[in-house]
């Protein structure tokens, strides 16, 4: 019977992201069938692991995921009830992608093993590279996301993958790093060089340039030789932004030519929309101090707070996931906002084996990229399993 339990946990761990995902959007499935599907999913799983939600734990970096994953269940279904009159299943519906914080209390739950992490890990870093790679060769774009009327973008001179997953792609980068640099084995270096190529292909520039400059200062740190590295560095940041300015390849000039226009538009007096959207959302959105102070949830389309924020949207260009920490904020407030710092300063804080100091350069990335991202948001599974390798791989 109890080979039979870890069989089951085991399943579980490995088709989560799966639906987390919610198969990848991939829109020849039914939409709301897959929508009704992970909600059952993420009821269950979350009674299934209620024990270990609400247990007390002696080690404190467990405890400060718990305070926080509570945060996200129960003020994400009561505050839009309360302030918004959103209905709890319509807040659970719509949570769903931030309830990925649950994986963590999964992992533990079935006490899996690292070995089996890691082939998790690889499993759907290779399966999120092959579906880029397919919907930029293929033109694929009709048939992911369920945006109805998807209007393909080129604008950064190739056909941008819009596909959940990416976070496996720069976990499997910091990983392979880290194993390179300690073991030299060919295997390593080809998942790091994938992972690059694929942190390229998702052509999200903040990606780009946060993940060199954090996986840099991590080989940095981890190499004997700190000078000549520091020297590289230093001639790389000096010469490559010449070279990238003067190129000719067409994906590296459109998107130079993107940054760019973006420049001179801010130039020419006109105030970048990520601070636009930035001083709008912190003083102008929440309409009483406990929306502040508690946050709002996540708005769903059929309620009056869904109609508001879509409507700043159409009407306004007005994004909260284009500013992440704002999101957090409008979302799960001062507290809300508190208690993701404790947890991560926690983290950096953590005493963990040398081999797994990669996880904390992970996490320095995504609080990197949540600046005008919504990488903490939609990063759930990849937090969950570095917090796990952490745990049991704790420093004594």
């Not at 950064?156 to 073991?183: D, K, M, T, V």
């Not at 990606?207 to 700190?226: A, D, M, N, P, W």
């Amino acid at each position: 019977m109890q080979i039979s339990i870890k069989k089951i946990n085991l399943f579980i761990i490995w088709i989560f992201p799966l639906i987390s995902y919610q198969f990848f959007q991939f829109n020849m499935i039914e939409k709301n069938i897959v929508i009704v599907f992970s909600v059952l999913f993420y009821t269950l799983i979350i009674l299934y692991c209620l024990k270990y939600i609400l247990s007390s734990y002696k080690e404190t970096l467990i405890t400060k995921y718990k305070y926080l994953f509570l945060w996200i269940l129960v003020g994400g279904l009561l505050c839009p009830l309360l302030f918004w009159g959103q209905s709890i299943f319509l807040s659970f519906r719509i949570s769903i992608e931030i309830y990925s914080y649950i994986f963590f209390f999964l992992l533990i739950k079935a006490a899996i093993s690292e070995k089996q992490i890691l082939k998790v890990i690889d499993f759907y870093f290779i399966l999120y590279f092959a579906l880029q790679i397919a919907y930029i060769s293929f033109n694929l774009y009709e048939y992911f996301g369920y945006n109805e009327g998807i209007i393909p973008d080129e604008t950064r001179g190739l056909l941008r993958p819009r596909i959940p997953g990416l976070e496996f792609g720069i976990l499997s980068f910091f990983l392979h790093l880290n194993n390179y640099l300690q073991h030299k084995k060919f295997k390593d270096l080809l998942f790091v060089i994938f992972a690059i190529t694929s942190i390229f292909l998702s052509l999200t520039r903040q990606v780009i340039l946060f993940s060199t400059i954090v996986g840099l200062l991590f080989i940095l740190r981890s190499s004997k030789y700190k000078i000549i590295i520091t020297i590289a560095i230093g001639l790389f940041m000096f010469f490559v932004p010449n070279l990238l300015m003067n190129s000719k390849l067409p994906i590296i000039k459109d998107m130079i030519e993107l940054s760019q226009s973006q420049i001179e538009s801010n130039n020419n007096g006109n105030k970048d929309i990520r601070l636009v959207e930035t001083e709008y959302f912190l003083f102008n959105f929440n309409e009483s101090v406990p929306q502040i102070i508690f946050g709002n949830g996540q708005p769903h389309g059929y309620s009056n707070y869904g109609k508001k924020i879509i409507k700043l949207s159409e009407n306004e260009e007005l994004y909260t996931n284009d500013v992440g920490y704002v999101q957090l904020f409008i979302g799960f407030g001062i507290i809300g906002i508190f208690l993701f710092f404790l947890f991560f300063y926690k983290i950096f804080k953590y005493k963990v084996n040398s081999n797994y100091i990669w996880c904390k350069y992970f996490i320095l990335n995504l609080l990197l990229l949540n600046i005008a991202s919504q990488s903490l948001f939609t990063s759930g599974v990849s937090i969950s399993i570095v917090t796990y390798l952490m745990i049991i791989n704790r420093s004594k």
